[in-house]
């Protein structure tokens, strides 16, 4: 067995909500952990679902997810051999890994950020460098990123905007590091949350995976589109890197009905589109509330607010009794909260603030 997944001491699985919900004794409970759309799904992909053949459910799925592929191909406007589909974007950031990452190697990533990023790295027996975020915006240390490049980086991770800091990077930013990184170091750009971005007009990092070929952009169908359950990500790179990536993905890894449910996602513009503009109405209140009440936290481009409050756990915990779970355990006294329906979010601003 792999050293390194010996030294994984222990694994907590996530408890389902209903189980959380019988601890608590509660009837409603509103997972605002995981940045989920609040929002639900398309109707659109239900009715698709629906149409979908059951008379194939003995046969495989399509391993190279023709359809798809030719759908995101036309809306990215990119070549489809360029994309790479995964069980989620936490497939693809396994993969990444898994393909191009060896003992010793080194991996960039900022401080704090998805999780995904060094325990995959780590898995494979590449070091982790955490380069701390802006302390007062939160936002990319870029200088201090090119400082730590040694012949042993591999990889750099940028997750745009990111998790949990919910800031976001503009893409001539990005554009200037890039262009400072050696060419033998991949740039994984996770874009995840990108659709909530509302302060640039282009704000995604496309435009540089077609210019840079050791760039690539990372999306996933699980947030803008509400489609977490069906388990769609993708990503945008090289020819060079496709050919690795297709050799070494699990030939089906998708199924027939995820593959149908983010081809009917697609099609659905106007969900999208009220999806983004509901989380940017409350994402204001929130960002309202917490400034009118002292609280510290960093300015959101995404789905989701990261916040300091003394006590945080017991916070989470008297949010929870509520109905309401959030996130914590990401950074001491600071909680994450995806933002969610008008009335919870009213709901969880007033707990927040009353005197227990
Ligand atoms: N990247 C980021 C930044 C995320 O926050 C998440 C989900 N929490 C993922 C990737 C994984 O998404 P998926 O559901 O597509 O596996």
Redesign the pocket.
Same mark, same amino acid.
């Given at each position: 067995m792999k050293k390194q997944i010996q030294a994984i001491q222990s694994y907590t699985p996530e408890e389902p909500l209903s189980e959380v919900k019988k601890r608590y004794g509660i009837k409603r409970l509103v997972r605002l952990s &995981? @940045?989920e759309n609040p929002y639900g799904t398309s109707a659109c992909v239900k009715e698709a679902i629906l149409k979908w053949n059951f008379e194939e459910e003995n046969r495989y799925p399509d391993g190279y997810a023709f359809e798809l592929r030719k759908a995101v191909a036309h809306k990215l406007n990119v070549d489809g051999k360029k994309l790479i589909f995964g069980v989620?974007?936490?497939e693809i950031?396994a993969m990444f890994s898994r393909i191009f990452l060896e003992t010793g190697d080194e991996v960039l990533v900022t401080n704090p950020t998805?999780s995904?990023y060094a325990l995959h790295a780590g898995i494979e027996g590449a070091k982790v460098i955490k380069i701390n975020c802006d302390k007062e915006t939160g936002k990319y240390n870029f200088n201090s990123f090119l400082d730590n490049i040694t012949s042993k980086t591999k990889i750099i991770w940028l997750?745009n905007p990111n @998790?949990p800091t919910g800031t976001y990077e503009d893409v001539a930013d990005i554009e200037e590091f890039v262009k400072k990184v050696p060419k033998s170091v991949l740039v994984l750009i996770?874009e &995840?949350y990108i659709d909530y971005v509302t302060e640039s007009k282009h704000p995604s990092a496309l435009e540089l995976s077609k210019q840079f070929e050791n760039v690539a952009v990372l999306r996933?169908f699980?947030k803008i589109y509400g489609l &977490?359950n069906y388990?769609v990500?993708y990503a945008v790179v090289s020819a060079k890197i496709a050919t690795y990536m297709e050799a070494a993905r699990l030939p089906y890894n998708l199924s027939s009905i995820s593959q149908v449910a983010a081809l009917a996602g697609l099609q659905d513009q106007q969900f999208v589109n009220t999806s983004i503009e509901k989380n940017k109405k409350e994402r204001q209140k929130w960002e309202k509330f917490l400034t009118n009440n002292g609280f510290r936290f960093y300015h959101s481009q995404a789905n989701f607010i990261f916040f300091q409050c003394l006590q945080a756990d017991t916070l989470a915990e008297r949010l929870l009794k509520h109905g309401y779970q959030v996130r914590r355990g990401l950074r001491p006294d600071w909680l994450r909260v995806t933002i969610g329906e008008p009335e919870d979010n009213l709901e969880i601003q007033k707990i927040m603030i009353a005197k227990e």
């Amino acid at each position: 067995m792999k050293k390194q997944i010996q030294a994984i001491q222990s694994y907590t699985p996530e408890e389902p909500l209903s189980e959380v919900k019988k601890r608590y004794g509660i009837k409603r409970l509103v997972r605002l952990s &995981a @940045n989920e759309n609040p929002y639900g799904t398309s109707a659109c992909v239900k009715e698709a679902i629906l149409k979908w053949n059951f008379e194939e459910e003995n046969r495989y799925p399509d391993g190279y997810a023709f359809e798809l592929r030719k759908a995101v191909a036309h809306k990215l406007n990119v070549d489809g051999k360029k994309l790479i589909f995964g069980v989620g974007l936490d497939e693809i950031i396994a993969m990444f890994s898994r393909i191009f990452l060896e003992t010793g190697d080194e991996v960039l990533v900022t401080n704090p950020t998805f999780s995904e990023y060094a325990l995959h790295a780590g898995i494979e027996g590449a070091k982790v460098i955490k380069i701390n975020c802006d302390k007062e915006t939160g936002k990319y240390n870029f200088n201090s990123f090119l400082d730590n490049i040694t012949s042993k980086t591999k990889i750099i991770w940028l997750c745009n905007p990111n @998790n949990p800091t919910g800031t976001y990077e503009d893409v001539a930013d990005i554009e200037e590091f890039v262009k400072k990184v050696p060419k033998s170091v991949l740039v994984l750009i996770d874009e &995840a949350y990108i659709d909530y971005v509302t302060e640039s007009k282009h704000p995604s990092a496309l435009e540089l995976s077609k210019q840079f070929e050791n760039v690539a952009v990372l999306r996933t169908f699980s947030k803008i589109y509400g489609l &977490a359950n069906y388990r769609v990500g993708y990503a945008v790179v090289s020819a060079k890197i496709a050919t690795y990536m297709e050799a070494a993905r699990l030939p089906y890894n998708l199924s027939s009905i995820s593959q149908v449910a983010a081809l009917a996602g697609l099609q659905d513009q106007q969900f999208v589109n009220t999806s983004i503009e509901k989380n940017k109405k409350e994402r204001q209140k929130w960002e309202k509330f917490l400034t009118n009440n002292g609280f510290r936290f960093y300015h959101s481009q995404a789905n989701f607010i990261f916040f300091q409050c003394l006590q945080a756990d017991t916070l989470a915990e008297r949010l929870l009794k509520h109905g309401y779970q959030v996130r914590r355990g990401l950074r001491p006294d600071w909680l994450r909260v995806t933002i969610g329906e008008p009335e919870d979010n009213l709901e969880i601003q007033k707990i927040m603030i009353a005197k227990e």
